[in-house]
């Protein structure tokens, strides 16, 4: 290469090193969180926040029929804000204007439906921490807007990322999982179907495992125990075992053509760290149709119990709670 070649080669990266923006850095993610009334807003907090995750805004909630509400979101409201800096507004439109994704976290089921709406009418993507909602028809309610509305949206219970359930399709010890059996509590469910404010952590767990396709659900009942069994269209059958009286531990066992393995709790990180990456992603790690599966077949649980231990069809539920939806929606649009 000769001379001129040479530094017409120079001046020219040198006018590309001036002209070429720097490597993009890392966008920070402004979070938002809807619902203060839970210790959830503080574990999460803990966790997500850094340099490129952070809470900025959040808005109180509280439900004052629920001491589980009342009694703690003044509490959480106030250590956010003063430990962690974040802002407190008065509405959901106001924080939908300061952040990029929203974090549901009312500890009450009922409002959700509602809270939900301005998110999704802002285009926010949105995670709803459990309960989804405080009844069937407003779980599938929610999703049919996000969908409707292009927005991304999803819950889980962080027994979902147990140690032993990821990646339990790839244990080659456990082969094929024929049956899992969770232990845990629905002793508390003010408001709501029995199984969805603590029973959801060990029926996440059970659809983590055996993935959606229960065909039917019984709940069978006495002084101290419940017992809900789902039976799956393949044959196989998982169960829920609650203790009554008190809150306990959960666990889970998965029983495999060549074993059985009990999986162990993972904290909350694994479940933060899925949030966060949906939030920059804006993909969906739980289908919508697992999700309501999951409210179906606690729901189902319920209408057993109603009706003295019979079987409950999971989908005819799903079907039902759609009806009710379609006729809910028909008699607002209907001109007085």
């Given at each position: 290469?000769?001379?001129?070649?040479?530094?017409?080669?120079?001046?020219?990266?040198?006018?590309?090193?001036?002209?070429?923006?720097?490597?993009?850095?890392?966008?920070?993610?402004?979070?938002?969180?809807?619902?203060?009334?839970?210790?959830?807003?503080?574990?999460?907090?803990?966790?997500?926040?850094?340099?490129?995750?952070?809470?900025?805004?959040?808005?109180?909630?509280?439900?004052?029929?629920?001491?589980?509400?009342?009694?703690?979101?003044?509490?959480?409201?106030?250590?956010?804000?003063?430990?962690?800096?974040?802002?407190?507004?008065?509405?959901?439109?106001?924080?939908?204007?300061?952040?990029?994704?929203?974090?549901?976290?009312?500890?009450?089921?009922?409002?959700?439906?509602?809270q939900a709406r301005?998110?999704?009418?802002?285009?926010?993507?949105?995670?709803?921490?459990?309960?989804?909602?405080?009844?069937?028809?407003?779980?599938?309610?929610?999703?049919?807007?996000?969908?409707?509305?292009?927005?991304?949206?999803?819950?889980?219970?962080?027994?979902?990322?147990?140690?032993?359930?990821?990646?339990?399709?790839?244990?080659?010890?456990?082969?094929?999982?024929?049956?899992?059996d969770v232990f845990?509590?629905?002793?508390?469910?003010?408001?709501?179907?029995?199984?969805?404010?603590?029973?959801?952590?060990?029926?996440?767990?059970?659809?983590?495992?055996?993935?959606?396709?229960?065909?039917?659900?019984?709940?069978?009942?006495?002084?101290?125990?419940?017992?809900?069994?789902?039976?799956?269209?393949?044959?196989?059958?998982?169960?829920?075992?609650?203790?009554?009286?008190?809150?306990?531990?959960?666990?889970?066992?998965?029983?495999?053509?060549?074993?059985?393995?009990?999986?162990?709790?993972?904290?909350?990180?694994?479940?933060?760290?899925?949030?966060?990456?949906?939030?920059?992603?804006?993909?969906?790690?739980?289908?919508?149709?697992?999700?309501?599966?999951?409210?179906?077949?606690?729901?189902?649980?319920?209408?057993?119990?109603?009706?003295?231990?019979?079987?409950?069809?999971?989908?005819?539920?799903?079907?039902?709670?759609?009806?009710?939806?379609?006729?809910?929606?028909?008699?607002?649009?209907?001109?007085?």
């Amino acid at each position: 290469m000769n001379r001129t070649v040479l530094a017409k080669a120079l001046l020219l990266t040198a006018i590309l090193a001036r002209t070429l923006p720097a490597q993009t850095e890392e966008r920070i993610f402004r979070l938002g969180m809807i619902g203060l009334d839970t210790s959830h807003v503080i574990a999460f907090t803990q966790i997500i926040n850094n340099p490129k995750n952070n809470y900025v805004a959040g808005y109180p909630g509280g439900s004052p029929d629920m001491p589980a509400s009342a009694d703690r979101v003044e509490k959480f409201t106030n250590q956010l804000r003063d430990k962690f800096g974040v802002e407190i507004v008065d509405t959901i439109e106001q924080l939908c204007e300061k952040v990029d994704g929203v974090l549901l976290e009312s500890v009450d089921g009922r409002p959700h439906l509602k809270q939900a709406r301005p998110v999704i009418a802002a285009s926010k993507p949105l995670f709803v921490d459990k309960p989804v909602a405080a009844s069937l028809p407003d779980v599938i309610e929610i999703f049919r807007l996000a969908k409707e509305n292009n927005v991304p949206c999803w819950s889980s219970s962080a027994y979902r990322y147990g140690r032993g359930i990821v990646a339990i399709e790839d244990n080659a010890d456990l082969g094929e999982v024929k049956s899992c059996d969770v232990f845990g509590s629905s002793s508390w469910a003010e408001h709501h179907p029995d199984l969805y404010l603590y029973g959801i952590h060990p029926v996440t767990a059970l659809y983590a495992v055996m993935g959606t396709g229960c065909r039917q659900v019984t709940r069978f009942r006495t002084e101290n125990l419940d017992m809900v069994v789902g039976t799956w269209a393949d044959g196989r059958i998982g169960t829920f075992r609650d203790l009554r009286g008190g809150k306990s531990s959960a666990s889970v066992r998965i029983y495999g053509t060549k074993g059985m393995i009990e999986a162990q709790s993972s904290g909350y990180k694994p479940l933060v760290d899925e949030i966060v990456r949906f939030f920059k992603t804006g993909k969906v790690p739980v289908s919508e149709q697992e999700t309501i599966e999951i409210y179906a077949f606690m729901s189902a649980a319920d209408a057993s119990k109603s009706q003295n231990g019979e079987a409950v069809s999971v989908a005819e539920l799903i079907e039902q709670a759609r009806k009710l939806n379609e006729e809910r929606r028909s008699q607002k649009t209907r001109p007085k």
